[in-house]
């Protein structure tokens, strides 16, 4: 089956630090992956979609400088929140999308809660 | 514009009895539907899908859904509830944001809980 790996699973950062978060498809090749984040209580919010080799598709309202997001291989995209503040604390999840499998097939990681202190 | 709608923000229900936990859907063209379940600080796991075919579809863990286009629902159901099956679960539609970038819009959830 269709596995996605995600790192950390949960991190603690200081305030005005940032913190990279990796989203690896372990024995598949992802042509897109997705960002999400997930506030308490809340459904997912997409904040990015990205494609192997091409810059990422931001949502609207979301800082591309903040977080910035890079899918260098078919297997791994990292999302990087820059210079974090207290009000990024969220749990994000990734999500990558299999080649071959048209529309159809969606693998989300285990999530990352990162608390900004 | 694509929306999923989850009516019941929690639904309770005894161990044993027959579960549903409602979607309805609007959006553009043929809907692909999506279930999944996600346990507490955890990622979404994949139940089912509908993509054309069956109305009734049958996913893991006794999970089943039926699919009602008049309706534009998207039901999720199961016949007999476990405590296990307590967690937050998500309805999505698939919509085409452009270029092939196929998306997924979520509903807000919704908490099942079974009661021993």
């Known amino acids: 089956g269709a596995v996605v790996s995600q790192h950390p699973s949960r991190v603690i950062c200081k305030s005005g630090t940032s913190v990279k978060i990796e989203c690896r498809s372990l024995d598949f090749q992802a042509t897109t992956m997705f960002w999400y984040r997930q506030f308490p209580k809340q459904s997912l919010m997409l904040m990015a979609t990205?494609?192997?080799?091409?810059?990422?598709?931001?949502e609207q309202g979301v800082e591309k400088d903040k977080f910035l997001i890079n899918h260098a291989s078919l297997t791994l995209s990292t999302l990087t929140v820059t210079s974090a503040h207290p009000e990024d604390s969220s749990f994000y999840i990734c999500?990558?999308?299999?080649?071959?499998?048209?529309?159809?097939?969606?693998?989300f990681g285990s999530g990352t809660r990162l608390t900004v202190v | 514009a694509q929306s999923v709608a989850q009516p019941e923000d929690q639904v309770n229900v005894a161990e044993g009895n027959p579960l549903t936990v409602k979607c309805t859907y609007s959006?553009?063209?043929?809907?692909?539907l999506f279930w999944y379940v996600q346990y507490p600080n955890r990622g979404l796991q994949f139940l089912l899908k509908?993509?054309?075919?069956?109305?009734l579809v049958k996913g893991s863990y006794g999970f089943e859904a039926e699919f009602n286009k008049s309706q534009t629902s998207f039901h999720l159901k199961k016949p007999s509830a476990l405590v296990s099956d307590s967690a937050l679960y998500f309805c999505a539609v698939r919509y085409d944001s452009g270029a092939g970038s196929y998306q997924l819009t979520f509903g807000k959830g919704t908490k099942l809980s079974v009661i021993p």
């Open positions: 999500s990558a999308r299999k080649v071959g499998t048209g529309a159809h097939g969606y693998t």
């Open positions: 990205s494609n192997e080799g091409s810059k990422a598709t931001y």
């Open positions: 959006v553009s063209g043929n809907p692909y």
């Open positions: 509908y993509i054309t075919g069956d109305n």
